[in-house]
């Protein structure tokens, strides 16, 4: 819990992914598509990376990813992501934590 904890806290934003997952490209698209260059770490190549998703289960993301961190907190897995996105509550945690400008 604690490297997670660490990683998550190192940039405004942070995503947990993995590089053959088609809805963890659909999120860190939405963040760069909103102008956000998001930390992230792609637990299928990362030193210790079922650790790791063994972590963000215990946070509540099931399936593991994609895990979202804003400001160093847990936002949650994809489909929370998106309602967020949608009912226009995103950007403002995102310019809370720094991550736009605009």
Known sequence: ?????KLASQK???IFSKSSCGMCHAI???FYELGVAPAIYEVD????GKEIEWC???LGCNPSVPAVFIGGKFVGP???VMTLHLNG???KMLRD???LWL
């Open 97 to 99: 934590a720094g991550a």
């Open 78 to 80: 994809a489909n929370t």
């Open 45 to 48: 190549e990362v030193s210790r």
């Open 89 to 91: 509550s995103l950007k």
């Open 12 to 14: 405004a934003v942070v």
């Open 56 to 58: 963000l289960m215990k």
């Open 28 to 30: 860190k698209r939405l």
């Open 1 to 5: 819990m604690d490297r997670v904890a």
